[in-house]
């Protein structure tokens, strides 16, 4: 039986469904793993997390088993034993597991055994649940491994702990949260205190559609003292010295990154969800109508932060409505940003609509400026093959102050779970600061006049937002209870200090614009409820919490 190990934790990125790439790079970071006895990989490392639906397709599983059995046969290689993230189709059930692989053989194994099915997590419609884990002995050594979920759930932690295990490493999939961090590292230090053993928590990093993962392992030894911090963001490989002293296994290893405070890991959230999104799905670059205002702005600024300025192409599209300043605005944040910047009038469009249509008036024919700029921004997307970026933010998607196949149109948006709030603290935090890994300017990337001046849609003569809604500083903390919170129309009021019968329209608005959101782009989830993946309301719904 050994008393020490020298365990590597790859905190990786993974591409869903590309798995030869994805076994290469663990066949990489292995190499690079000299002296390790065992690495442990992230959650589903082999296939890509979440899979989703591929799990359902026979063939899918059938080539990660041949892709697993080459990693098996891989471990015969000089290096250390492998911690393999992949799926076990077994007796018709499929399963989310972990092998260990060592010599060429599997030596170990474990299958998942919480499913979560809340929020962006669907498990249970494509995995079998898998038994109360043992743990995997090797070496002399009884290793806990449960996987995600299983520790956010206390029975499997117990279950290993009982069963004799020395100390735990878990492997995730967990993606970023506003305030998340805290959140797993209470939940890790109640595990640790529960079981009385160390914990290694390994997540992987980068984007998956409207996911961002933001790594940030850590180790908490078994006095409850987070010994180790790995970055966030950052693909690494850490090498970790463990030794059993008085009975006890431990970490040795000391190791302090500083994590993200807000708003930067929002920001940094937005550029990572963008950068995958956009660069495996093969798009040249992006384009996005850059209007004067400060969503444009901001979304511009995460593009030309994570893409480069060559690959990002701004047009502003004025209406006889917009005013000198926005055009002004506009041209200046271009130049700040060093991006593209065209100016395409659609005044010729909107009057030869309103000579086809005379009898348009209101909302209607307001409504035809949005959606010739998105005819004319996706002419440009088909003919240069840049992606449409949308820029609306949660706060106008929540209320339906957005327009159907107008400024919704697009084909992802970095916005879209920012409330306009945030987007004010983004725009002002980033004209002060660059963040880590931008390859955008070093000082300001919008004039402040974008930032100070109310915000207008310019549909009409002197429009402002607030005509139409409420300041968005009381706006968003409704919000904030209706949609994060999910309280009633009372209960909104009174935890926010408003009038009631205001909540009520706003709860009002907030259901009526379901279907107008189901139509809309992917976009970064930031928060616990985004809308899409977290929450689902039907469309056609007919309960109402206030009057």
């Not at 500083?258 to 950068?275: K, N, Q, S, T, V």
Request: aromatic content about 6%; hydrophobic content about 40%; glycine content about 10%.
């Amino acid at each position: 039986m050994t008393d020490r190990l020298t365990i590597a934790l790859a905190q990786l990125n993974q591409r869903v469904g590309d798995l030869d790439a994805n076994a290469e790079a663990m066949l990489e970071w292995r190499a690079k793993a000299k002296g390790a006895d065992l690495i442990l990989f992230p959650e589903l490392q082999l296939t890509g997390y979440p899979p989703e639906d591929l799990i359902l397709k026979p063939e899918f599983v059938r080539r990660a088993h041949e892709a697993t059995d080459l990693l098996v046969a891989a471990s015969a290689e000089p290096g250390p034993a492998m911690l393999i993230g992949t799926v076990i189709n077994e007796g018709g059930s499929v399963y989310n597991a972990f092998i260990l692989a060592e010599g060429g053989q599997i030596v170990g194994r474990t299958l998942k055994h919480e499913l979560p099915n809340y929020g962006t997590f669907d498990e249970k419609r494509v995995f079998a649940s898998g038994p109360l884990p043992e743990p995997i002995e090797w070496r002399g050594v009884k290793i806990g491994l449960p996987i995600c979920e299983d520790i956010w759930q206390d029975r499997v932690c117990a279950h290993l702990a009982e069963a004799g295990a020395d100390f735990l490493l878990v492997p995730n999939g967990s993606p970023f949260e506003i305030d998340k961090d805290e959140a797993r590292q209470q939940l890790v230090r109640s595990r640790v205190v529960s079981t009385g053993l160390a914990l290694a928590y390994l997540n992987r990093v980068g984007g998956q559609d409207e996911l961002a993962f933001d790594g940030s392992s850590f180790i908490v030894n078994a006095d409850g003292e987070r010994v180790v911090q790995m970055c966030d963001w950052e693909e690494s490989l850490l090498i970790t010295e463990w030794a059993k002293e008085d009975g006890r296994w431990g970490c040795a290893t000391r190791k302090q990154c500083e994590l993200d405070d807000f708003p930067e890991g929002i920001y940094h959230a937005m550029m990572i969800g963008l950068r995958d999104y956009v660069g495996r799905n093969g798009f040249p670059g992006i384009i996005l109508g850059l209007s004067g205002g400060i969503d444009s702005a901001l979304s511009a600024a995460v593009a030309v932060d994570t893409l480069g300025a060559d690959k990002v192409w701004g047009v502003m599209l004025p209406s006889k409505y917009t005013s000198g300043e926005s055009l002004e605005d506009a041209r200046e944040n271009a130049r700040l940003l060093g991006c593209r910047h065209d100016v395409i009038s659609i005044g010729k469009g909107v009057d030869a609509l309103h000579e086809t249509m005379p009898d348009l008036s209101g909302l209607a024919a307001e409504n035809i400026q949005a959606r010739l700029r998105m005819v004319t921004l996706m002419a440009l997307s088909n003919s240069g093959g840049q992606m449409l970026l949308t820029t609306g933010n949660k706060s106008e998607m929540s209320v339906g102050y957005a327009t159907l196949y107008g400024d919704m149109a697009g084909g992802y948006s970095v916005l879209k779970d920012a409330y306009k709030t945030t987007v004010f603290a983004l725009s002002r935090w980033r004209n002060g600061k660059k963040p880590k890994h931008a390859v955008g300017p070093d000082g300001p990337v919008m004039p402040q006049r974008i930032i100070d001046k109310p915000p207008t849609a310019e549909l009409r003569p002197n429009q402002k937002d607030e005509d139409s809604l409420p300041p968005y500083s009381l706006l968003d903390r409704i919000l904030e209870a209706l949609v994060e919170k999910e309280m009633s129309v009372r209960e909104a009021a009174e935890a926010v200090g408003a009038e009631e019968s205001l909540v009520a329209d706003i709860e009002k608005k907030l259901l009526r614009a379901e279907y107008k959101r189901r139509q809309a782009p992917p976009g970064v989830k930031l928060g616990r409820r985004n809308f899409g993946r977290d929450r689902r309301y039907p469309i056609t719904n007919a309960f109402h919490t206030g009057q």
